[in-house]
């Protein structure tokens, strides 16, 4: 596995992957690069400079969606997958509630399944699981925590066409 750390306005942001393709986007803020990392990774920059730049893009206001082929690891269930797939459908600048993620998988009691799935999401922000809040349109938790989350929300908001 080969990774970079990114800086971007929400603090570190850690990009892991191999084979052309992120499996990995994963927030530093308060938490040690070497918890995240496997002994045999490789830092290698020049790999995610593409995803490097589409995320400076993004925090720049000027990219609305990512470009770059992800890879889910094997063991990831077929729910979380399904999951996974239907919060990159929320567009920019949108949100989804975890009743409407459970509804449009088809499986419409499954809410408090699509938080797990949100909470093990392995690639953060390309994979937009901080569009997703509570019924009552309350943000809810977030990997990267809540600043964070209010801090993409309004960024999206802010620069929506």
Known sequence: MYYSV???PVGDLLLAGRNGCMRQLSFLVGRKLEDHIGELWIKNDNLFSKI???????????????????EFEASSSGFYTSVWNE??????GSTRSY???AERIGRPK??????????QNPIAIVI???RVIGSNGTLTGFGGGLDTKKYLLELEESNCP
């Open 99 to 101: 009743r409407e993620v």
């Open 87 to 92: 919060l990159r459908q929320i567009p920019y």
């Open 128 to 130: 937009p699981c901080h």
């Open 6 to 8: 990114v800086n971007s």
């Open 52 to 70: 490097a730049s589409q995320l400076e893009e993004y925090f720049g206001g000027k990219r609305h969606e990512f470009d770059c082929p992800i």
């Open 110 to 119: 499954a809410y408090r399944a699509v938080g797990q799935a949100n909470h």
